[in-house]
């Protein structure tokens, strides 16, 4: 089916979205050159605006440039907006690789202890009680899916009892990473809610506003985690 004929989104994004996709997956890595126009409009089933608006906003995010002569080559991927919610889905699409999951785990390990932190000092009641039905749902959980989709929300209620705008902000961004994240760190452990007693360890010293609690249980809690990439901790 033609990009042109799915619903949902727009056109642009739509493009965009599946050529993000090619670009992160193994038939294109870094250095790679892109077919040209004729051939991308001709798999997509788009005009050359399309392709062209897509390949622009693509590169706009560092993950391609164009050069005289030579077409359209992938970069690095130290030199792409990891950042970007787009960028990040696309890299997540077909799970998350050994050596991405070690950087995400490692970025959760400085992160998540210190939010735990502001968030026992700073939630509100209605924020505390978001992540309290967050654990209730991991509790109430009988799958691996329903866990990810729980714990997920767990961890993003954690970051918006920061109160800060810009922890709130990045994980927003990393939402489809982590979600990649949990699901293989379900998948690993003996049993998918394995975890359950150390993230209510968490939440009860949000609870109690105990900071250094909060921070220390978040610290343990992702050790393990951790510990199964291979990362330090």
């Not at 890595?29 to 040209?36: E, S």
């Not at 787009?86 to 050596?99: A, N, R, Y």
Request: hydrophobic share 45%.
């Amino acid at each position: 089916m033609s990009l042109s004929s799915q619903p949902g989104s727009s056109l642009h994004h739509q493009v965009m979205d599946s050529l993000g996709r090619l670009i992160a997956s193994p038939e294109y890595g870094p250095g790679a050159t892109l077919p040209n126009e004729e051939v991308l409009c001709e798999r997509l089933g788009v005009s050359r605006t399309a392709v062209r608006e897509a390949i622009k906003a693509i590169s706009a995010k560092g993950m391609l440039e164009a050069r005289p002569r030579t077409g359209t080559r992938v970069r690095p991927q130290e030199q792409w907006s990891l950042f970007d919610a787009d960028v990040l889905g696309w890299l997540c699409s077909q799970g998350v690789d050994k050596e991405l999951g070690r950087h995400l785990m490692v970025m959760r390990g400085i992160l998540e202890p210190a939010a735990a932190s502001l968030a026992a000092r700073m939630h509100t009641d209605a924020q505390l009680l978001t992540l309290q039905q967050a654990f209730s749902a991991m509790e109430a959980a009988t799958s691996i899916d329903e866990w990810v989709v729980a714990d997920l929300a767990y961890h993003q209620s954690i970051l918006q009892a920061t109160g800060n705008p810009l922890l709130i902000s990045l994980g927003g961004i990393v939402a489809s990473a982590l979600e990649s994240l949990l699901t293989v760190n379900a998948q690993q452990a003996g049993q998918f809610n394995d975890g359950l007693v150390m993230h209510g360890k968490v939440l009860a010293a949000i609870e109690r506003r105990s900071a250094e609690d909060a921070q220390l249980w978040m610290r343990a809690l992702l050790a393990d985690t951790i510990a199964r990439w291979g990362a330090p901790a």
